[in-house]
């Protein structure tokens, strides 16, 4: 195939409602999607999941859109790929960066899927018809509150509660919900909210059976994570800290980490998502796919991602009402009973709502071979 167009769209939504997390609180997503067309007019759809600000890592909205403009897109336009693994390499000069790289190498991954007639699910290796869900809550205003949304969530049929956690929000928290919910799958995520001092207070979330602690400490650290985990039977989880296969590896053989949160965005697309996942497989690491409030066409590649064989914990893809009045895909993603059905079309699977799209674009630009002949002058 042949990219010869891409055209990259700023969209602001407002969350249905505002989610909390020991980093602040959101009311409005800010997010980029990308789409990009080859020499035969096939469609792929990509999606930035970097914020407005750097609070999850070092990305913004603003940086993805400069890195894209002028690194990768002229790296992408007018060349010829066999295969979206080749993404990949072409972007190894490009250090960091990985939401940006991500954003492009989903659309080409969708492209891909289509000309092979196959979907992306399929394209990836996956052989899961329906995928299992869980679901992310944030810091609510009182204990109280939080109980009366995870029971909803539990009457719906959501599989695992994904508790934001931070100093103060954390033991009675969790205490009141395990006597609450004796039987419902718990977690924490604490966002590196702590510190290996803080370790009295984390080993006593060991009394309430959670499935995991994800990402207690420090975004880059591997170092106490592994001091940790043997202080506390819990299993920690690790999330900001993983960006490569690489990290995996050294994470997973210093003992640092039981599990293995994948995103797609975070460590640079589907190529190294599976690489990541190949590997905990081969080391009996058990990996769930993370969310990061994604559009419909984020949560598309992360239902395709989630059909591969060693996701065995269920995610972050909750439905599109779960976060959005209106979604920009047709049909939006939908949970029933804590499950989703993985699409079987070609490419991601659903339709891209152009009309919802130009609804909530606050700025768009289009790339096509006069860029690429302005970088070759």
């Known amino acids: 195939m042949k990219i010869t167009e891409i055209t990259i769209r700023h969209l602001k939504m407002k969350l249905k409602e505002p989610f909390t997390t020991s980093f602040g609180t959101f009311e409005d997503r800010d997010f980029l999607v990308l789409e990009a067309k080859d020499e035969a007019g096939t469609i792929g759809w990509g999606e930035s999941v970097a914020f407005h600000s750097p609070w999850y890592n070092e990305e913004t909205l603003q940086t993805n859109w400069h890195m894209l403009e002028d690194f990768l897109i002229p790296l992408i336009l007018n060349k010829e790929l066999q295969h979206p693994d080749e993404v990949n390499e072409l972007f190894k000069p490009i250090r960091k960066n990985n939401m940006a790289k991500s954003t492009i190498e989903g659309a080409i991954w969708d492209i891909y899927a289509q000309q092979t007639n196959q979907s992306l699910a399929a394209a990836l290796g996956g052989k899961k018809d329906n995928i299992e869900v869980g679901i992310s809550i944030g810091i609510q205003k009182s204990i109280e509150d939080l109980v009366a949304l995870v029971d909803g969530f539990v009457k719906e049929g959501y599989k695992r509660m994904k ?102 965005g975070r460590v640079g697309g589907l190529t190294e998502s599976k690489k990541i996942h190949d590997y905990c497989e081969a080391n009996n690491i058990p990996v769930w796919c993370g969310g990061m409030l994604e559009s419909g066409i984020g949560r598309a590649h992360n239902v395709a991602l989630t059909t591969l064989s060693n996701f065995i914990l269920p995610g972050d893809t909750a439905g599109s009402s779960r976060y959005w009045e209106k979604d920009i895909i047709d049909p939006e993603v939908v949970v029933k009973d804590g499950y989703i059905e993985v699409p079987q079309k070609a490419g991601i699977g659903y339709e891209v709502n152009r009309e919802t799209i130009d609804l909530f674009t606050v700025e768009q630009k289009t790339y096509g071979l006069s860029l690429l002949n302005f970088f070759q002058r």
């Open 163 to 264: 508790i934001k956690i931070r100093p103060g929000w954390d033991v009675e928290v969790m205490r009141t919900l395990r006597e609450a919910f004796p039987d419902v799958a718990f977690m924490a995520d604490a966002n590196s909210a702590y510190r290996l001092s803080d370790a009295e207070t984390l080993k006593q979330l060991d009394a309430f059976n959670l499935t995991m602690i994800e990402q207690p400490l420090a975004s880059d650290d591997i170092i106490d994570h592994a001091a940790l985990q043997k202080l506390i039977d819990t299993p920690i989880c690790l999330d900001e800290s993983i960006h490569s296969l690489e990290d995996a590896r050294k994470a997973v053989e210093l003992g640092s980490t039981k599990i293995i949160n994948i995103k797609i």
